[in-house]
Protein backbone atom coordinates (compact mmCIF):
# COMPACT_ATOMS: atom_id res chain seq x y z
CA UNK A 1 0.00 0.00 0.00
CA UNK A 2 1.16 3.06 -1.06
CA UNK A 3 2.43 5.82 1.75
CA UNK A 4 -0.06 8.42 2.61
CA UNK A 5 0.81 11.70 4.44
CA UNK A 6 -0.87 11.85 7.93
CA UNK A 7 -4.01 14.28 8.67
CA UNK A 8 -1.90 17.04 10.91
CA UNK A 9 1.34 16.82 8.29
CA UNK A 10 -1.67 17.57 5.48
CA UNK A 11 -3.12 20.40 7.05
CA UNK A 12 0.34 22.27 7.89
CA UNK A 13 1.00 22.05 4.52
CA UNK A 14 -2.57 23.40 3.18
CA UNK A 15 -2.37 26.07 5.99
CA UNK A 16 1.51 26.80 4.25
CA UNK A 17 0.14 26.80 1.01
CA UNK A 18 -2.59 29.33 2.05
CA UNK A 19 -0.27 31.83 3.65
CA UNK A 20 1.62 31.41 1.00
CA UNK A 21 -0.89 32.75 -1.21
CA UNK A 22 -2.24 35.32 1.07
CA UNK A 23 1.20 36.85 0.83
CA UNK A 24 1.67 36.80 -2.94
CA UNK A 25 -1.58 37.98 -3.26
CA UNK A 26 -0.27 41.25 -1.04
CA UNK A 27 2.88 41.42 -2.92
CA UNK A 28 0.67 41.85 -6.12
CA UNK A 29 -1.89 44.38 -5.08
CA UNK A 30 -1.55 47.41 -6.07
CA UNK A 31 -0.75 50.12 -3.43
CA UNK A 32 -3.41 52.62 -2.76
CA UNK A 33 -3.19 55.76 -5.11
CA UNK A 34 -2.67 58.72 -2.94
CA UNK A 35 -5.92 60.99 -2.32
CA UNK A 36 -7.52 63.85 -0.48
CA UNK A 37 -10.77 64.95 0.62
CA UNK A 38 -13.00 68.59 0.33
CA UNK A 39 -16.21 69.09 1.71
CA UNK A 40 -17.51 71.51 -0.46
CA UNK A 41 -19.62 74.23 1.05
CA UNK A 42 -22.34 73.81 -1.83
CA UNK A 43 -22.51 72.65 -5.31
CA UNK A 44 -23.73 74.37 -8.57
CA UNK A 45 -24.42 72.88 -11.23
CA UNK A 46 -21.88 73.66 -14.54
CA UNK A 47 -23.20 72.59 -17.70
CA UNK A 48 -20.01 73.81 -19.67
CA UNK A 49 -18.38 71.18 -22.45
CA UNK A 50 -22.63 70.95 -23.37
CA UNK A 51 -23.02 71.56 -26.71
CA UNK A 52 -26.28 73.44 -25.87
CA UNK A 53 -25.09 75.09 -23.02
CA UNK A 54 -24.71 78.59 -24.22
CA UNK A 55 -26.77 80.19 -27.78
CA UNK A 56 -27.51 83.55 -28.82
CA UNK A 57 -30.45 85.23 -26.70
CA UNK A 58 -33.57 83.59 -28.04
CA UNK A 59 -32.32 79.91 -28.30
CA UNK A 60 -33.40 77.58 -25.47
CA UNK A 61 -30.23 76.87 -23.62
CA UNK A 62 -28.92 75.00 -20.39
CA UNK A 63 -27.64 77.97 -19.15
CA UNK A 64 -27.59 82.16 -18.94
CA UNK A 65 -24.78 84.32 -20.56
CA UNK A 66 -24.46 85.87 -17.41
CA UNK A 67 -22.96 81.92 -16.33
CA UNK A 68 -20.26 81.99 -18.36
CA UNK A 69 -18.05 84.89 -17.18
CA UNK A 70 -15.62 84.33 -14.79
CA UNK A 71 -17.20 84.32 -11.35
CA UNK A 72 -20.80 84.95 -12.79
CA UNK A 73 -20.09 88.47 -13.48
CA UNK A 74 -20.72 90.43 -16.14
CA UNK A 75 -17.40 92.80 -15.81
CA UNK A 76 -15.20 89.64 -15.83
CA UNK A 77 -14.24 88.00 -19.02
CA UNK A 78 -16.04 85.19 -20.67
CA UNK A 79 -14.48 81.80 -20.05
CA UNK A 80 -17.92 79.41 -20.92
CA UNK A 81 -17.92 79.45 -24.55
CA UNK A 82 -14.97 79.85 -27.23
CA UNK A 83 -14.11 83.48 -29.02
CA UNK A 84 -12.83 85.03 -31.99
CA UNK A 85 -9.98 87.14 -32.69
CA UNK A 86 -12.63 90.11 -32.48
CA UNK A 87 -14.12 88.71 -29.10
CA UNK A 88 -16.91 87.55 -31.01
CA UNK A 89 -18.79 83.98 -29.97
CA UNK A 90 -17.37 81.33 -32.56
CA UNK A 91 -20.79 79.63 -33.66
CA UNK A 92 -21.38 75.89 -34.14
CA UNK A 93 -21.75 74.79 -38.15
CA UNK A 94 -24.27 72.90 -39.82
CA UNK A 95 -22.22 69.39 -38.77
CA UNK A 96 -21.87 70.33 -35.01
CA UNK A 97 -24.61 68.81 -32.56
CA UNK A 98 -25.88 72.38 -31.92
CA UNK A 99 -25.53 74.49 -35.55
CA UNK A 100 -25.83 78.24 -34.50
CA UNK A 101 -25.03 77.62 -30.65
CA UNK A 102 -21.87 79.10 -28.75
CA UNK A 103 -18.89 76.46 -28.45
CA UNK A 104 -18.79 75.77 -24.86
CA UNK A 105 -15.51 75.16 -23.94
CA UNK A 106 -13.78 73.26 -19.91
CA UNK A 107 -10.44 73.21 -19.07
CA UNK A 108 -9.83 70.04 -19.66
CA UNK A 109 -9.93 68.65 -23.36
CA UNK A 110 -9.24 66.06 -25.67
CA UNK A 111 -6.06 65.80 -26.45
CA UNK A 112 -6.24 64.20 -29.93
CA UNK A 113 -8.58 66.87 -31.16
CA UNK A 114 -6.72 69.91 -32.16
CA UNK A 115 -9.55 72.07 -33.63
CA UNK A 116 -10.74 74.15 -30.53
CA UNK A 117 -14.11 75.01 -32.66
CA UNK A 118 -15.27 71.46 -32.29
CA UNK A 119 -17.68 71.04 -29.33
CA UNK A 120 -16.85 67.25 -29.84
CA UNK A 121 -13.52 68.42 -28.01
CA UNK A 122 -14.58 69.21 -24.44
CA UNK A 123 -16.12 67.37 -21.41
CA UNK A 124 -19.78 67.14 -22.03
CA UNK A 125 -21.57 67.94 -18.80
CA UNK A 126 -24.54 66.25 -20.21
CA UNK A 127 -23.05 63.04 -20.22
CA UNK A 128 -19.81 63.18 -17.82
CA UNK A 129 -19.21 63.33 -14.57
CA UNK A 130 -16.79 65.87 -13.38
CA UNK A 131 -15.48 68.72 -10.78
CA UNK A 132 -14.26 72.39 -10.58
CA UNK A 133 -10.94 72.34 -9.67
CA UNK A 134 -10.99 75.10 -6.61
CA UNK A 135 -7.69 76.61 -5.14
CA UNK A 136 -7.34 73.92 -2.22
CA UNK A 137 -7.56 71.44 -4.44
CA UNK A 138 -4.83 72.88 -6.51
CA UNK A 139 -3.04 73.33 -4.07
CA UNK A 140 -3.08 70.08 -2.85
CA UNK A 141 -1.81 68.54 -6.02
CA UNK A 142 -5.42 67.73 -8.11
CA UNK A 143 -4.59 68.67 -11.75
CA UNK A 144 -6.92 68.92 -14.74
CA UNK A 145 -8.32 65.20 -16.02
CA UNK A 146 -7.51 63.20 -12.48
CA UNK A 147 -9.89 61.43 -11.54
CA UNK A 148 -12.32 61.31 -8.47
CA UNK A 149 -14.83 59.67 -6.54
CA UNK A 150 -17.49 61.75 -5.42
CA UNK A 151 -20.04 61.47 -2.45
CA UNK A 152 -23.55 63.05 -1.59
CA UNK A 153 -24.33 62.78 2.38
CA UNK A 154 -28.05 63.21 1.71
CA UNK A 155 -28.21 60.59 -1.12
CA UNK A 156 -25.78 58.17 -0.32
CA UNK A 157 -24.53 57.38 -3.47
CA UNK A 158 -21.16 57.75 -4.79
CA UNK A 159 -19.52 57.99 -8.43
CA UNK A 160 -16.70 58.23 -10.34
CA UNK A 161 -15.74 61.53 -12.21
CA UNK A 162 -12.63 64.10 -13.19
CA UNK A 163 -11.86 67.20 -12.73
CA UNK A 164 -12.83 68.73 -15.55
CA UNK A 165 -13.11 72.89 -15.28
CA UNK A 166 -11.26 75.03 -13.35
CA UNK A 167 -12.90 79.08 -12.53
CA UNK A 168 -14.32 78.95 -9.80
CA UNK A 169 -11.81 79.59 -6.38
CA UNK A 170 -13.78 77.64 -4.48
CA UNK A 171 -14.18 74.36 -6.71
CA UNK A 172 -18.08 74.26 -5.33
CA UNK A 173 -19.08 73.01 -8.97
CA UNK A 174 -19.84 70.15 -10.86
CA UNK A 175 -21.43 68.67 -13.83
CA UNK A 176 -25.14 68.43 -15.00
CA UNK A 177 -24.56 64.86 -15.05
CA UNK A 178 -22.50 64.36 -11.80
CA UNK A 179 -25.47 65.77 -9.97
CA UNK A 180 -27.95 63.99 -11.93
CA UNK A 181 -25.87 60.69 -11.18
CA UNK A 182 -25.72 62.04 -7.20
CA UNK A 183 -29.51 61.58 -7.40
CA UNK A 184 -30.41 65.31 -7.28
CA UNK A 185 -33.29 66.16 -9.58
CA UNK A 186 -31.58 68.87 -11.96
CA UNK A 187 -32.11 69.73 -15.37
CA UNK A 188 -30.01 72.80 -15.90
CA UNK A 189 -27.27 75.14 -15.11
CA UNK A 190 -29.70 78.25 -14.43
CA UNK A 191 -31.54 78.25 -11.06
CA UNK A 192 -30.05 74.80 -10.05
CA UNK A 193 -28.23 73.84 -6.42
CA UNK A 194 -27.17 71.93 -3.79
CA UNK A 195 -27.29 74.27 -0.86
CA UNK A 196 -25.70 72.89 1.79
CA UNK A 197 -22.23 71.56 2.71
CA UNK A 198 -23.43 67.74 1.55
CA UNK A 199 -20.98 66.88 -1.30
CA UNK A 200 -17.19 65.05 -0.47
CA UNK A 201 -14.90 64.70 -3.41
CA UNK A 202 -11.92 62.50 -2.71
CA UNK A 203 -9.56 64.16 -5.27
CA UNK A 204 -6.74 61.14 -6.64
CA UNK A 205 -3.67 63.77 -7.53
CA UNK A 206 -1.67 62.86 -10.61
CA UNK A 207 -4.18 59.80 -11.58
CA UNK A 208 -4.21 60.53 -15.16
CA UNK A 209 -1.09 61.36 -16.26
CA UNK A 210 -2.02 60.64 -20.10
CA UNK A 211 -5.06 62.75 -19.88
CA UNK A 212 -7.05 60.12 -21.09
CA UNK A 213 -10.28 61.78 -22.33
CA UNK A 214 -13.57 60.17 -22.13
CA UNK A 215 -16.66 60.35 -24.01
CA UNK A 216 -18.18 58.34 -22.09
CA UNK A 217 -18.91 57.71 -18.47
CA UNK A 218 -18.95 54.11 -18.40
CA UNK A 219 -15.39 54.17 -20.17
CA UNK A 220 -14.55 56.86 -17.67
CA UNK A 221 -15.71 53.74 -14.88
CA UNK A 222 -13.84 51.32 -15.69
CA UNK A 223 -10.74 53.26 -16.31
CA UNK A 224 -11.16 54.56 -12.75
CA UNK A 225 -11.53 50.57 -12.05
CA UNK A 226 -8.54 49.43 -13.45
CA UNK A 227 -6.67 51.82 -11.39
CA UNK A 228 -7.99 50.59 -8.75
CA UNK A 229 -9.35 53.80 -7.53
CA UNK A 230 -12.33 53.52 -4.42
CA UNK A 231 -15.87 55.26 -4.33
CA UNK A 232 -16.32 54.00 -1.35
CA UNK A 233 -16.60 56.46 1.89
CA UNK A 234 -16.36 55.87 5.34
CA UNK A 235 -19.00 55.77 8.03
CA UNK A 236 -17.87 58.76 9.17
CA UNK A 237 -19.33 60.91 5.82
CA UNK A 238 -22.51 58.70 6.18
Not at 35 to 56: C, K, Q, W
Not at 75 to 99: A, E, H, N, S, T
Not at 211 to 225: M, R, S, V
Amino acid sequence: MPNRPRIPALLAMLSTLAVGAAVSARIHKPAAHPSFEILTHRMDVDVDGAPNAYGPPGKPALDVLLDAHYLERDDQPIVGYLLDDKQRPVLQGPGDPFPGYYVSQTAFSDDANDNESDPRGYVDARNINYVVRGDEAERRGAQVGDFVAVYSKRTHRAVFGIVGDTGNPSGDEGSLHLLQALGYPFHDGISDSVTEPEIVIRFYPGSNPKHQFFFTQGALDEAAKKLGLGRDFSAAHR
